[in-house]
């Protein structure tokens, strides 16, 4: 079966250091997402992305954030400055084309970023 | 600002029995709601999803239930089994592709 992975599964990182969390969503899928969680929190919507533009993003996902697709299948999260409150475990998602965006994503198994 | 609750953050069942999970939101503007699944070290997986034309939505041991009126939705697993053990999150969405929006999740241990 098809899956969205993920890498790498950990990451730990200097404050203030960049990241660059990396996803392959689903081949025939058209519709990007990352999700994050902080320890003991609700999972957190940070930026969708469809036809290789962002179409929406949260208040979480400021000018330290930016996403990329810099190929036909990878889908990358990049921080640029870490800091101590990105520390989170972060997911990708996708949806394929054709249902509602908002309908039964496909999540990866996820990045735990530390950052120190 | 909590727009989805899950207010039992853990849940212990035995198996066979049946597992209630409760959910409740406050923005009455959602008309999709979705249940998640998660394993450790694994992303979450659907479950099931219920939209707000109906009260009810049943796959299997899985049924999804709506109450419009309180902004209540409840997961009912009947028979539970050890492998549902898992920590499960209500979604909830409305029209125009916004995004999910997730409570904390309940995590649900079904003892053997």
């Known amino acids: 079966e098809p899956e969205v992975t993920q890498t790498p599964s950990h990451q730990v990182t200097q404050m203030g250091q960049e990241v660059i969390l990396r996803c392959v969503p689903i081949s025939n899928h058209l519709y990007f997402y990352w999700y994050r969680q902080i320890l003991g929190q609700k999972v957190e919507f940070l930026v969708s992305f469809y036809n290789n533009e962002i179409s929406e993003k949260s208040e979480i996902f400021d000018d330290q954030f930016s996403v990329e697709r810099p190929d036909g299948s990878n889908f990358t999260l990049k921080i640029r400055s870490t800091k101590l409150e990105d520390s989170a475990m972060y997911f990708c998602?996708?949806?394929?084309?054709?249902?509602?965006?908002?309908?039964?994503?496909?999540f990866g198994s996820g990045t735990q970023l530390s950052v120190l | 600002d909590q727009q989805v609750k899950q207010n039992s953050p853990s849940l212990s069942v035995q198996e066979g029995r049946i597992s209630i999970l409760n959910c409740d939101y406050t923005?009455?503007?959602?008309?999709?709601f979705l249940w998640y699944k998660k394993y450790p070290a694994e992303g979450p997986t659907f479950l099931i999803s219920i939209s707000s034309i109906k009260d009810k939505n049943e796959d299997g041991r899985f049924t999804v239930f709506l109450n419009k009126s309180a902004k209540h939705l409840s997961l009912h697993i009947v028979p539970s089994q050890p492998g549902d053990s898992a920590v499960y999150f209500c979604a909830a969405s409305y029209s125009g592709n916004t995004p999910l929006v997730f409570g904390k999740g309940t995590r649900l241990s079904v003892i053997a």
């Open positions: 998602a996708s949806t394929p084309a054709g249902t509602r965006t908002n309908e039964k994503l496909f």
């Open positions: 923005n009455s503007m959602f008309d999709y």
